[in-house]
């Protein structure tokens, strides 16, 4: 399939639609107070770039004449500061969901004036599809055209947007034409989703398998306005890995070396997913100069590190639902989009994160955490347990059902001050019966096998900061001798004290 | 299909078999110390009923004489006195997985002398086949019946029975006259199963369909002995629903018809899951006389409450691994099987607990809990964060992909000095991204579509007893204004000090 239109063609060929051509600030007129909003976006990739900060805009001035205008806003998952920043600063933002990672509505969840829900993000479909969270009065969906016959060519990223645009009553497209329009072809919407009981099997078998259709459907009569853009994606720039991170690394790829030779996971290994940020980047480079060919990415996102190993051919191809890349991984896939296209597939978010597929395809999950516990234990949202950092995201989605799920974290954080193996966590967003293998730059404990004192030494020792050894040995060893029991002996009047100290002394050190 | 034999006939009908009779001790005789060794049973039905007990006496000679004989015992789920009492009781298990239940091996975990790991239900399989616990070197299976060719006909429960066949060097049957010969025909063995990247869809879209065979393959030539048995499964009678088990299903049914009204489940509801005891059983009695028809079940056991569902037609069918029925309702069913057998299906509980399959279907689960707190996390399976009850068995199955997950416990334990909601749970298996409604006597909360805060304010309404509401609203008032953040707010300090307090004055009561 090949682009429809040009870099600089028109980007609107459908007639109908070009009449419905306005300003940001005209679109955003059409959003009430209290609506429901679904808006695009993933990782910074194929948000709206001008019609959420019209519509902070719009609800600074109301706020001004005394009017509470606030919407709800249900994205992919976090998105830029021209949405969740722009909003979140007026005041406009009544419910969050189902994910987020700007600092100005991490600062006012934290303070306790917007109500955020961290869900699954598999889960965000179904929910919303079931009608449970209401009705879902407008999408706002950036795409990169439409075509003649009134289709939309996806953005850079899918996210919920099939969601949005077939459940909304209203839909405003932002038509970016900075978006490569070799992105068509690229993507693969499936439209056999249902509710229960009319489900059936999705027929995916294989990472690359092509499922669906290359465009979403959209009924032109409920598109009521579309704002024509010429904005680039948000990208953070990575740091190259650091020591930690490439220790961190080493001991990942040493395991699965480790797997293969002893037949638990074939040469080309199985699927891989990965988180966001720099340790993600630092295995994935690892990977690049390891021993594996041929492998395959089932993953939320494509970032730096994946695009070269797709690069370099040891991955033979990536299914996420967004890119995630730095402006310089960025300027060169744009460059060489074409190339790239069969190999690089974006789905739905219900599908790239769908427990279904993960547990099918034996998913080998690599996420980042908070921290772990002695008994395996991980803390994925929440500072000292009540504050968000950010959310679940897919990472309960892709662990719970992996064939190998893996937490990774450098054993130390703020400068020493905190020990990311603790007691127990304060927060808990994969259990003991979820997380199969801990690394830090000191070592990797592998789960698998062990109950749940023989975990507490092997994490202790594998994972956990020198420094912070002795005091967790001391502390599983009373708690064995405590009286209140030996399957996973804690002392509830220590267990949480680590994070107590630290935030009555700013550290965790006695 | 019907049965090959008569309650009375010869049991034993593959004749290069007829020569590998044997009795117990002789068969335990073939298990050497150390082995891995995967036995049937779950929830007390389809245990091997003589060959445990056997090895249990040959184990108490050998420490006798100073050999440290042990064993790892694999099973499907809880088993019998017969099989995980008699051999905890003489210090004769290394290692136990994946759940249990009794008395005797509960105490010996929770004193420190039995390594326990507790898994899903539906992991063992996949953790069996990829070789990772080592070795399955004997499986001890019961079955009903061996047909002419060699099939074997399952008992009353399938578990991981499949497995334990397929991947054990050796196989040691009993042969239970006792059970009904009519339960041939009434599995569904499944064998498309595999490792990946070999993994395609599991082709069932409906509780009932039959996508297996009726018995399991087994090559005759690792068959190293079969020992008749007639023995009855362990059965355990349930006491009528008391009137908090009655409220709590008052509650449930109120909350299902208002989501039919809703429009938000269809009028025969979706596939049923429901864990074993009395308020489950109050349940299902209260769905029995309810305004539902045509109801289906997907689960891991059959009770009496769908026995008696099934028999009022309610229940249109049932799919499980397991039974579990009091003596009353085996008596019951052993008198009329074949009325039943094509509306009972039992599968390998791979399949009854697959995430794929929850997922599809939109399984609505039921399932009891020890603890929740004010933020919706669950506690399934630990007292005071140490001891170990049971297990979290199938409830992480269908609570993680069900359609509607729901938990449920009287709001006090221990004669109302404990409160079983709780400031912070002290051990974690449901976390707050995977529970969707809590219920008590008290009330219901739905906790769909609520920020944390506002989970926490219906939980205490809702589901608290109220002798404890005003602590824990006194407990989320102080933590808002503490200053820790207000997405979770918690004093960490304080947080498991109502479990402390216990420990300390045997009341959670100030």
Same mark, same amino acid.
């Given at each position: 399939?090949?682009?429809?239109?040009?870099?600089?063609?028109?980007?609107?060929?459908?007639?109908?639609?070009?009449?419905?051509?306005?300003?940001?600030?005209?679109?955003?007129?059409?959003?009430?107070?209290?609506?429901?909003?679904?808006?695009?976006?993933?990782?910074?990739?194929?948000?709206?770039?001008?019609?959420?900060?019209?519509?902070?805009?719009?609800?600074?001035?109301?706020?001004?004449?005394?009017?509470?205008?606030?919407?709800?806003?249900?994205?992919?998952?976090?998105?830029?500061?021209?949405?969740?920043?722009?909003?979140?600063?007026?005041?406009?933002?009544?419910?969050?969901?189902?994910?987020?990672?700007?600092?100005?509505?991490?600062?006012?969840?934290?303070?306790?004036?917007?109500?955020?829900?961290?869900?699954?993000?598999?889960?965000?479909?179904?929910?919303?599809?079931?009608?449970?969270?209401?009705?879902?009065?407008?999408?706002?969906?950036?795409?990169?055209?439409?075509?003649?016959?009134?289709?939309?060519?996806?953005?850079?990223?899918?996210?919920?947007?099939?969601?949005?645009?077939?459940?909304?009553?209203?839909?405003?497209?932002?038509?970016?034409?900075?978006?490569?329009?070799?992105?068509?072809?690229?993507?693969?919407?499936?439209?056999?989703?249902?509710?229960?009981?009319?489900?059936?099997?999705?027929?995916?078998?294989?990472?690359?398998?092509?499922?669906?259709?290359?465009?979403?459907?959209?009924?032109?009569?409920?598109?009521?306005?579309?704002?024509?853009?010429?904005?680039?994606?948000?990208?953070?720039?990575?740091?190259?890995?650091?020591?930690?991170?490439?220790?961190?690394?080493?001991?990942?790829?040493?395991?699965?070396?480790?797997?293969?030779?002893?037949?638990?996971?074939?040469?080309?290994?199985?699927?891989?997913?990965?988180?966001?940020?720099?340790?993600?980047?630092?295995?994935?480079?690892?990977?690049?100069?390891?021993?594996?060919?041929?492998?395959?990415?089932?993953?939320?996102?494509?970032?730096?590190?994946?695009?070269?190993?797709?690069?370099?051919?040891?991955?033979?191809?990536?299914? *996420?639902?967004?890119?995630? $890349? +730095? =402006?310089?991984?960025? &300027?060169? !896939?744009?460059? @060489?989009?074409?190339?790239?296209? #069969?190999?690089?597939?974006?789905?739905?978010?219900?599908?790239?994160?769908?427990?279904?597929?993960?547990?099918?395809?034996?998913?080998?999950?690599?996420?980042?955490?908070?921290?772990?516990?002695?008994?395996?234990?991980?803390?994925?949202?929440?500072?000292?347990?009540?504050?968000?950092?950010?959310?679940?995201?897919?990472?309960?989605?892709?662990?719970?059902?992996?064939?190998?799920?893996?937490?990774?974290?450098?054993?130390?954080?703020?400068?020493?001050?905190?020990?990311?193996?603790?007691?127990?966590?304060?927060?808990?967003?994969?259990?003991?019966?979820?997380?199969?293998?801990?690394?830090?730059?000191?070592?990797? *404990?592998?789960?698998?096998? $062990? +109950? =749940?004192?023989?975990? &507490?030494? !092997?994490?202790? @020792?594998?994972?956990?900061?020198? #420094?912070?050894?002795?005091?967790?040995?001391?502390?599983?060893?009373?708690?064995?001798?405590?009286?209140?029991?030996?399957?996973?002996?804690?002392?509830?009047?220590?267990?949480?004290?680590?994070?107590?100290?630290?935030?009555?002394?700013?550290?965790?050190?006695?």
């Amino acid at each position: 399939m090949t682009a429809s239109f040009s870099p600089d063609s028109d980007r609107i060929l459908h007639a109908p639609l070009r009449s419905r051509i306005m300003s940001a600030d005209e679109a955003a007129a059409l959003i009430p107070s209290g609506a429901h909003v679904g808006m695009s976006g993933f990782t910074g990739a194929g948000y709206p770039k001008l019609v959420p900060a019209a519509l902070a805009r719009r609800i600074e001035s109301a706020h001004a004449s005394g009017d509470p205008f606030r919407i709800s806003v249900w994205t992919g998952a976090s998105t830029a500061p021209e949405l969740d920043g722009a909003l979140a600063k007026v005041d406009g933002i009544e419910m969050r969901l189902p994910y987020q990672s700007d600092p100005e509505c991490r600062r006012r969840i934290n303070a306790g004036q917007m109500e955020y829900i961290d869900i699954h993000l598999s889960h965000v479909a179904q929910a919303v599809w079931s009608g449970f969270f209401g009705p879902l009065d407008v999408a706002v969906v950036e795409v990169a055209g439409v075509l003649e016959d009134g289709r939309l060519v996806p953005s850079s990223s899918i996210g919920n947007n099939k969601t949005w645009i077939d459940r909304a009553d209203r839909v405003i497209l932002e038509v970016n034409a900075w978006q490569n329009p070799a992105l068509h072809g690229m993507h693969d919407i499936y439209y056999g989703t249902q509710l229960p009981p009319r489900r059936v099997p999705i027929p995916l078998v294989r990472a690359d398998d092509r499922i669906g259709e290359s465009c979403f459907r959209c009924d032109p009569d409920k598109i009521i306005a579309v704002v024509p853009t010429r904005h680039p994606d948000r990208n953070s720039a990575f740091s190259a890995p650091d020591e930690n991170s490439r220790r961190i690394a080493g001991h990942i790829l040493e395991f699965l070396e480790h797997e293969v030779k002893k037949g638990r996971l074939p040469r080309e290994l199985l699927p891989l997913q990965s988180g966001v940020g720099n340790i993600a980047n630092a295995v994935l480079e690892g990977l690049n100069e390891g021993p594996f060919e041929n492998m395959t990415a089932f993953t939320e996102v494509l970032q730096d590190g994946m695009l070269a190993m797709l690069k370099s051919g040891k991955l033979r191809c990536a299914s *996420a639902t967004a890119f995630s $890349l +730095s =402006p310089d991984a960025q &300027a060169e !896939l744009n460059a @060489d989009l074409a190339r790239y296209r #069969d190999r690089i597939i974006l789905r739905p978010q219900e599908i790239s994160n769908h427990p279904e597929l993960i547990r099918r395809l034996g998913v080998i999950a690599m996420n980042g955490m908070i921290e772990a516990d002695l008994y395996g234990n991980v803390n994925s949202t929440h500072l000292m347990g009540s504050q968000i950092m950010n959310g679940i995201g897919g990472s309960g989605d892709f662990a719970r059902n992996a064939y190998i799920s893996i937490f990774m974290t450098p054993s130390l954080a703020k400068d020493g001050a905190i020990s990311c193996i603790v007691p127990m966590v304060s927060h808990v967003d994969h259990t003991e019966h979820d997380v199969q293998v801990l690394v830090t730059e000191q070592g990797l *404990a592998d789960l698998r096998g $062990l +109950s =749940p004192k023989q975990r &507490a030494r !092997l994490v202790i @020792d594998r994972c956990a900061h020198p #420094d912070f050894r002795p005091m967790l040995h001391d502390y599983v060893e009373r708690a064995l001798h405590s009286g209140a029991g030996r399957q996973t002996p804690h002392l509830l009047g220590e267990a949480l004290s680590w994070h107590q100290r630290y935030l009555a002394t700013g550290t965790m050190r006695p």
